[in-house]
């Protein structure tokens, strides 16, 4: 065959495919959208991915529906993510462990942001220190105190080492001279909340939406924010900084779907998690549950992680961790 009819066939060939690619994208979603939630049902993580979904369906001709794969610290369930075909019918979630912990770690064979495409950020939500009722604790001064008197006798729940909460109790005690026992526990704040129940652990960290159940009951008692403002929806827990401490830390939530996923489809996607966000469902049910809401669009997430994974690295360095 001359050389000039195969390179005209290639070219056919290569227009076709672009065009099935750019018929796809414009027909999308096609089917009902899968959306994994790499931690276990019932904390902060899940309940917002699904309440800001069950909005975003409303304005798709699909369902959207959530299901659980906790596991290595949310990479088991980001893994299927980024296996899954990129045409926006599976999506997840990132949370602060699989910007920063996992990619530090370097456990997690084949993990990496570059496989996952940023569609938005919804909220940002600073830590909080929470203590028992039944250990007594009613304030910061005091715990800090008690494990300076006690050494090692406060018991803190935190998520597993390299994890924001876990760098929080880490300084905390390099800045006030406190001693506590750090205990771990992998997965979300649902583990931390049974051990304060079953007297495991005194105080835990994590956002006071995840213990927003408990500080209801009167089971537990918000002690500090780690922010510099006060939260809004809970008044009587004070940022840390009015205690002279400079100490902020918390997580984020953020939209992704697998790399390659087509610009079209990611601009359907943002679209419509941007009008459940704005809507007024959302913004009231959010700010009840004392998670700040915090849009980023698809044009910044990217530099905003990638920002924020650099300033964490750089201070567990410090920390030698």
Partial sequence: MPTHKLINRMACFIGASLLASSAIAADFPQRDIRLIVPWAAGGGTDGISRKISNIAEQSLPVSIYAENISGAVSATGLTQLMRSRPDGHTLSVLTYDSVITVPRSEL?????????????????EADAIVASKQSGIESLDELIETAKAKPGTVRIGVMPEGSGPYLAARRLENMTGADFNIITYPGAAAAESE?????????????????????????????????????????????????????????????????????DTIQTLESAYQEAFESDEFQQWVSNIGVTPSWLGSDEVGDWMLARQEQVFALMDELEL
Avoid: H, W
Avoid at 223 to 252: A, C, H, K, M, R
């Fill in 195 to 263: 051990a304060l129940l079953s007297g495991e652990i005194d105080a835990a960290i994590a956002s006071l939406g995840d213990f927003a159940g408990l500080i209801e009951s009167g089971d537990v008692q918000g002690l500090v924010e780690l922010s510099s403002e006060q939260n809004p929806t809970y008044p009587d827990v004070p940022p840390i900084s009015e205690g002279g401490i400079d100490l902020e830390s918390g997580s984020f939530i953020v939209l992704v779907a697998p790399a390659n996923t087509p610009e």
């Fill in 108 to 124: 997690v064979p084949g993990y990496s942001l570059d496989k996952m495409t940023p569609i938005a950020r919804i909220t940002q």
